[in-house]
């Protein structure tokens, strides 16, 4: 199934067949990978729905006593091994969500129906779960990946490594976050099924407005092949206005230009606000897609597709409500006015339909209408830095860290305590391995990746000052030697 190993030397496969991989992709992008196995009549439907399920845990050295020499496991393990601490309970029920998909996608398949779900598994939480000996949760999630009759329903998008943040995470460290994960699904589910990956979820539904970091952001995923990437409503923009998309329900173009003016984009799917475990868990977007009906674009009729995104086992909704919401939602949507589809199987249908790229309407990261009806057409870096410290002067809602599933985050802002150490690794990896031009398949270098992504996983700021910090700190220090005692 897989012609690359999914472990080298005891680590994950996160790194060593770039090239081998970006001709894999390169070869497959003009392919339809969905709409060929389709069953939609997208001509005759009134709309659509989309759901995908964000699945993560991070590794922690919590493999012991002592902080220094605990070994790295994973947050699930740490729960598993200890349930009678706080809500670690939920382990079992945990594990259970990761699995679960791989059975109730057969199952409806089997009864005649049309599911679909999108799938977003971090790369530490796949190692995780391998390294528990969860190897039923990987094959279950392998039939639904790689068998013929049931890999239409599924579709797995792309992710951060490590779930790293891309605003605060240096961008060539995001790189690789990008092109490890695509490593590690590959070794795991094979070539075949990477090349069906086409969509991207970015940790945290972050999305960078820096202009310099934004640029980069996107030309990371179109360098890796991906077609799309999903982005929550409020952190976009209309650049003709600075307000906020109006047709929600139908792909734009992420259009993002940086200080130098060199422009790149990539087609942005819109999750639209709100409480996103309840949306998902109780099904929201089919019952919202079913309030609408067909909508113009380019002077073509389209129907319009509601998606959402949510943690696919965190909270109560989603552990207990979800999986019969789910499938009655199926049941009632399969052969209907308004099925359940995969996005890239929609995008696959639309573009068939005559619809161009180019016809989609643009939108760009929230406040960079500010910047740039300041600079002109001419920005240069110095420009817009001067821009940026300008306007941060004058309004006290503008910044540059960047937008997320909520608007009371930051993910640079009380971090300092843990910046400085991520950016300390970051640099020293940077200097004695990326400038170095070091092979990727050498075992110290994938040492020192594992430990520099693992150390940037969200979760060690998310949850603030304390043992999680604590977490975080003791990885970008054992990320840092491994650095020095591979490379010095």
């Not at 790369?123 to 049931?150: F, P, S, W, Y």
């Not at 998008?157 to 961008?171: I, K, N």
């Not at 998309?245 to 992420?254: A, I, S, V």
């Not at 030697?481 to 490379?487: D, E, R």
Request: with cysteine; aromatic share 10%; net charge negative.
């Amino acid at each position: 199934m897989s012609t690359l190993p999914e472990y080298v030397n005891g680590l994950p496969n996160v790194a060593g067949s770039e090239k081998k991989i970006a001709s894999a992709l390169k070869a497959a992008k003009k392919k339809e990978v969905f709409r060929p196995d389709s069953t939609i009549d997208f001509g005759a439907i009134n709309s659509a729905f989309a759901i995908a399920l964000h699945m993560h845990q991070p590794l922690i050295p919590a493999g012991g006593g002592d902080l220094h020499s605990a070994a790295v496991i994973s947050n699930l393990k740490d729960m598993w091994d200890h349930q009678g601490i706080g809500d670690n309970y939920n382990a079992p029920v945990f594990a259970w969500c990761y699995k679960r998909m791989g059975e109730f996608v057969p199952n409806l398949l089997a009864e005649g129906k049309q599911p679909r779900v999108m799938l977003e598994y971090s790369g530490t939480l796949l190692h995780g779960l391998r390294d528990m000996g969860q190897n039923d949760v990987i094959d279950a999630l392998k039939r639904i990946t790689c068998e013929k009759d049931l890999r239409h329903a599924v579709e797995w998008l792309g992710c951060p490594w490590g779930h790293a943040v891309a605003p605060s995470t240096p961008v060539q460290d995001y790189r690789l976050h990008v092109q490890a994960w695509q490593h590690h699904f590959a070794a795991i589910f094979g070539m075949d099924a990477l090349k069906r990956v086409r969509g991207f979820s970015p940790s945290e539904m972050a999305l960078p407005n820096q202009p310099d970091t934004a640029y980069e952001f996107v030309k990371t995923l179109k360098d890796c092949g991906f077609q799309w990437v999903l982005v929550q409503e409020h952190t976009v923009e209309r650049p003709e206005n600075g307000w906020g998309p109006e047709l929600k329900h139908l792909p734009h173009r992420l259009v993002c230009r940086n200080s130098d003016g060199k422009s790149t984009e990539i087609i942005a799917i819109i999750k639209t606000q709100g409480s996103d475990t309840k949306l998902v868990a109780q099904m929201q977007p089919y019952y919202e897609a079913k309030s609408l009906s067909r909508w113009e674009l380019a002077g073509k009729s389209v129907p319009p597709l509601v998606t959402q995104i949510a943690d696919g086992e965190n909270g109560g909704v989603m552990m207990n409500e979800f999986p019969n919401m789910y499938h009655q939602a199926v049941h009632e949507s399969s052969g209907s006015g308004t099925p359940v589809m995969n996005v890239t199987e929609y995008l696959e249908h639309l573009f068939a339909a005559g619809i161009k790229e180019s016809d989609l309407p643009v939108i760009q990261p929230i406040h960079q209408k500010k910047i740039w009806d300041r600079v002109g057409d001419a920005p240069g870096p110095e420009k817009v830095a001067a821009a940026i410290e300008e306007i941060k002067q004058e309004d006290h809602q503008f910044h540059m860290d960047g937008g997320s599933w909520t608007n009371d985050i930051s993910w640079v802002r009380g971090y300092e305590s843990l910046l400085g150490p991520m950016e300390k690794v970051s640099a020293h990896f940077n200097e004695a391995v990326l400038k170095n031009g070091v092979e990727t398949d050498d075992d110290r270098y994938r040492d020192a990746l594992f430990h520099l992504m693992t150390s940037q996983t969200s979760c060690f700021r998310y949850w603030g000052e304390g043992t999680w910090t604590d977490y975080g700190k003791e990885l970008c220090r054992r990320a840092d030697q491994a650095v020095t005692q591979g490379y010095g």
